[in-house]
C-alpha cells in the first residue's frame, strides 16, 4: 500500500514536470509549423492538419526576404549587436581580470555598480538614456544605441568571466613569471586561451542581450536605426501577419544554435579546470 | 616604495593598484553611459525650469501673494508682458501645458490670451485679460502658475504618490477618482508577487527533476529550460498571441473537441491573464535556474538517511530537503519579482488595459502625454523600490550569484 501511494507520487511529481516543461517549450515550437502557413491565419487549417501540400508554403519568408524594412532591421540588429559585443566583451574581460582574486578593494561596491544594469527595469534605463544622449546631441544614433547595448550586456560579460576566472589557478602565472614571461605574454599565452571558453560564452550572451533589446530602441532609435526586435513590435502592434511568424522562427533557430554553442563552451571549460 | 612587482595578486600596494587599474575602464563606462542617464532622468523627476524662464518676473511678483485673493494690476501687467514675449519666443505651448496639469483647461486658455494680447497694447490689463477668459477673474490660474514656476519642485512625485499640494502649503490626497498611480504599483507589487509564486510552483519540482537526473540527462533537460530563455522576448510574446488569442490555436482546439461552444472562445489574451501567463513563462527560467544550483548540491543520500531513520517522505522533504533549498527559493523569487516589477515589453503586447504595469504608465507618460517630470518621477519611485529589493538580494545572496545558466 506504501510503495502504491508511493508510485502514484512518483506519477504525479512526473506528469507534472512533464507539463511544466511542455508549458516552456510547446509555445516556442508551435509558431514554427505555423509560419509555413499558405493562409493568412494565425491558426493551423484543415489543410495543414491534412499535410496537403498546398496549405503549406514559403510565401511569409519571402515576403520577409523581399521587404526592405525587414532587410534593414537585419542589418541593423547585426551592427549594433556586433559592435556593442566587442566593447562590452573587451571592457568586461578586463575588468573580471581586476576583480578576481582579493586584491580589488571596495569589491561588493563595485560589483554593485557592475550588475546594476541588469537588475534596473530597461524602461527607467531607457527612459534616462533619452533625455542624457538627446541632451548631448545624440539622440537617434547609432553611437547611443551601441552604447546603451553594451552597457545592458556587460554584467553578463563579467558574471560569466569571473565564474570562469574562479576555477583558474593562479599558479599557473607564477610559474610563467619563473620561466622569464611578461605580465602581457602571461595572460596572452596561459590565462586567456584557458579563460577564452569563458569569454566567448559572455560575449554571446552580450549579443543576444542587444540582438533581444527593444525597449532603448523604442525610446532612442531613428527609423534608421530600426532592428528586429523594433520591426516585430510594430508588426505585432499593427499590421500583424504570420510574416512575424516567419521572422520568429528565424531567431528560434539562431536562439538554439547560440544556446548549444555556449552550453558545449561551458561543458569544455568544466573539462578544462 | 620599491619593491619586487608581485604577480600573485597578493595584498599589496601594486596589487590593489593594478586590480583597480582592470576594473576602472569598465567603472568609468558604467558610470557614464548608465549611471548619468539614471542621473539625468532623476533631476527631471525635481527639476523643471520651463515656466521660471518664461515667466521670471511675474513669478517674482507672486511671491508675496498670498492666494486668497486676485493679485494686483501690476502683476496681471507684467504676465501680459510676459506672455507675449514666451508667444514670440515660442515657449508658451510648453509653459501652457505644465500649468495645464495644475487645473485643466488652462492650456486653452493661456494660448488664447496670447493669440488676443497680440493686438493689445494698453492697460488695464486685468480687465482684458479677463474679457479674453475668465480664467484671469480666478485666483486658481495665478496659483497653478506659481506651483509650476517652482525650479526645485517635489510635484511630480506628489503626483505619482497621489497627493498635491494646496495653495496654503498643505499637502494631501488626491480626489478618490484621481487616485491611479498608487493603485496601479499596488497591482503591479501583487501581479509580479503572483508571478513570483506561480514560478516558484512550477519550477521547483522541475529544477529537483534536474538536479536529481544523471548528468547526461541533466543537461537535455536543462537545455529545455534555456530554450526560452535565449529565445527572443518578441518572440515568446508572439508566441503566446498566436496560443491564447480568440482565434487561436489554444481556442481553435477546445472548439475543435467541443470543450466550449463557438461563441463562448476564452478571452485568455489581452487582460492580465495574458500578462501573467506570458510572464511567468518568461521569468520561470530565472527561478528554475537559481534553485538548480543550490540543489545540484544538496547531497541525495541525504533524503535516503532520513527514509532509514523512519521519516516519511514528506516529513523528510519538509525537514531536510527544503530548509536545505531556500537559499535557492530566495535567489530565484527575488530575481523574478526584481524583473516583474519592472517589465514593460510583455504587458504592453498582450496586457490589454487591465493587464498594464507601472512600467507602461512611464512609458505612456513618456511617449504619449509627454509628462516627462511625472515620467521620471514614476521611475524614481520604481527604481528605489528596486534598489531596495537589490540590496536585499546582495546582502542575503551577493550579486555574483545571480542565475545565469550559461
Known amino acids: ?8 507520487g512518483r506519477i504525479a511529481y512526473l506528469g507534472f514536470c512533464t507539463i511544466v516543461f511542455v508549458f516552456l517549450v510547446a509555445p516556442i515550437i508551435v509558431i514554427v509549423p505555423l509560419s509555413f502557413n499558405a493562409e493568412p491565419y494565425f491558426t493551423f487549417t484543415e489543410g495543414m492538419l491534412r499535410l496537403d501540400p498546398d496549405a503549406w ?47 580589488i578593494p571596495a569589491r561588493r561596491v563595485i560589483m554593485g555598480v557592475i550588475i546594476s544594469p541588469m537588475v534596473t527595469p530597461v524602461i527607467i534605463a531607457a527612459a534616462g538614456m533619452f533625455f542624457f544622449y538627446s541632451g548631448l546631441g545624440l539622440g537617434q544614433t547609432y553611437v547611443s544605441i551601441i552604447l546603451a547595448h553594451a552597457a545592458l550586456g556587460v554584467p553578463f560579460v563579467v558574471v560569466t568571466v569571473t565564474a570562469t576566472l574562479a576555477g583558474y589557478d593562479p599558479n599557473l602565472n607564477n610559474a610563467a613569471a619563473s620561466l622569464g614571461a611578461g605580465p602581457w605574454t602571461i595572460f596572452r599565452r596561459v590565462q586567456f586561451p584557458l579563460i577564452s571558453p569563458g569569454v566567448i560564452s559572455g560575449a554571446l550572451f552580450a549579443f543576444a542581450v542587444s540582438f533581444d533589446e527593444v525597449v532603448v530602441v523604442l525610446f532612442m532609435a ?20 504570420p510574416a512575424i511568424l516567419a521572422v520568429a522562427t528565424f531567431l528560434v533557430v539562431f536562439a538554439v544554435l547560440l544556446l548549444l554553442t555556449v552550453n558545449w563552451l561551458r561543458r569544455r571549460g568544466e573539462g578544462g579546470a | 616604495m620599491a619593491g619586487p612587482i608581485k604577480l600573485s595578486g597578493g595584498p599589496g600596494y601594486r596589487a590593489k593598484l593594478r586590480a583597480l587599474g582592470l576594473v576602472a575602464p569598465l567603472l568609468i563606462f558604467i558610470v557614464v553611459t548608465f549611471v548619468a542617464p539614471l542621473g539625468t532622468m532623476l533631476v527631471r523627476s525635481v527639476y523643471d525650469p520651463v515656466v521660471a524662464d518664461a515667466f521670471p518676473e511675474t513669478l517674482e511678483l507672486l511671491d508675496d501673494w498670498d492666494g486668497s485673493e486676485l493679485p494686483q494690476e501690476a502683476v496681471y501687467a507684467m504676465a ?48 482684458s485679460m479677463t474679457a479674453i477668459d475668465s480664467v484671469w477673474a480666478d485666483p486658481g490660474i495665478w496659483y497653478a502658475i506659481k506651483t509650476t514656476g517652482e525650479r526645485f519642485t517635489a510635484r511630480h512625485y506628489w503626483n505619482a504618490l497621489d497627493l498635491q499640494s494646496l495653495p496654503d502649503g498643505s499637502v494631501v490626497r488626491q480626489p478618490e477618482d484621481r487616485r491611479i498611480y498608487l493603485r496601479l504599483l499596488w497591482r503591479t507589487l501583487m501581479i509580479s508577487g503572483l508571478i513570483t509564486l506561480l514560478s516558484l510552483i512550477l519550477g521547483y519540482p ?30 515568446r510574446t508572439t508566441a503566446w498571441i498566436v496560443l491564447l488569442q480568440t482565434q487561436g490555436v489554444l481556442n481553435e482546439f477546445l472548439v475543435t473537441i467541443g470543450l466550449i461552444s463557438d461563441g463562448g472562445r476564452l478571452a485568455m489574451i489581452y487582460n492580465m491573464t495574458g500578462t501573467i501567463v506570458a510572464m511567468t513563462h518568461v521569468l520561470l527560467p530565472f527561478m528554475v535556474l537559481p534553485l538548480y544550483s543550490v540543489m545540484s548540491s544538496i547531497p541525495s543520500t541525504q533524503m535516503d538517511a532520513a527514509a532509514s531513520l523512519g521519516a516519511t517522505p514528506l516529513q523528510a522533504f519538509l525537514r531536510v530537503y527544503w530548509p536545505q533549498s531556500l537559499p535557492g527559493v530566495g535567489a530565484g ?18 496586457g490589454g488595459s487591465d493587464g498594464q504595469l507601472i512600467s507602461n504608465m512611464i512609458a505612456y507618460h513618456m511617449q504619449t502625454s509627454l509628462n516627462w517630470g511625472l515620467a521620471a518621477a514614476l521611475g524614481g519611485v520604481l527604481l528605489l523600490i528596486v534598489l531596495v529589493l537589490y540590496a536585499v538580494y546582495e546582502r542575503l545572496l551577493g550579486v555574483e550569484k545571480i542565475g545565469l545558466g550559461g
Not at chain 1, 500500500?1 to 502514484?8: E, F, K
Not at chain 2, 523569487?333 to 498582450?350: D, E, K, R
Open chain 2, 80 to 127: 501680459a508682458r510676459e506672455i507675449k514675449r514666451a508667444g514670440t519666443e515660442r515657449t508658451l505651448g510648453q509653459v501652457a501645458s505644465r500649468v495645464n496639469r495644475v487645473q485643466g483647461g488652462l492650456r486653452s486658455a493661456i494660448t488664447r490670451t496670447e493669440r488676443e494680447l497680440r493686438d493689445i497694447e494698453q492697460g488695464p490689463w486685468r480687465e
Open chain 2, 333 to 350: 523569487g527575488l530575481l523574478v519579482f526584481i524583473l516583474a516589477i519592472g517589465y514593460y515589453i510583455t504587458p504592453a503586447l498582450v
Open chain 1, 222 to 241: 531613428g527609423v534608421e536605426q530600426r532592428t528586429i526586435p523594433r520591426q516585430m513590435w510594430s508588426g505585432i502592434r499593427e499590421q500583424i501577419s
Open chain 2, 206 to 235: 522541475i529544477a529537483h527533476l534536474i538536479a536529481c537526473s544523471s548528468p547526461s540527462r541533466a543537461n537535455l533537460l536543462l537545455i529545455l529550460v534555456l530554450v526560452p530563455f535565449w529565445t527572443s522576448l518578441l518572440v
Open chain 1, 57 to 103: 508554403s514559403l510565401r511569409w519568408y519571402r515576403e520577409i526576404i523581399q521587404s526592405e524594412a525587414w532587410v534593414r532591421s537585419l542589418v541593423n540588429s547585426m551592427f549594433i549587436g556586433t559592435s556593442a559585443t566587442v566593447l562590452a566583451t573587451v571592457l568586461g574581460t578586463v575588468a573580471a581580470l581586476g576583480l578576481a582574486g582579493s586584491a
Open chain 1, 1 to 8: 500500500m506504501g510503495a502504491a501511494r508511493l508510485n502514484l
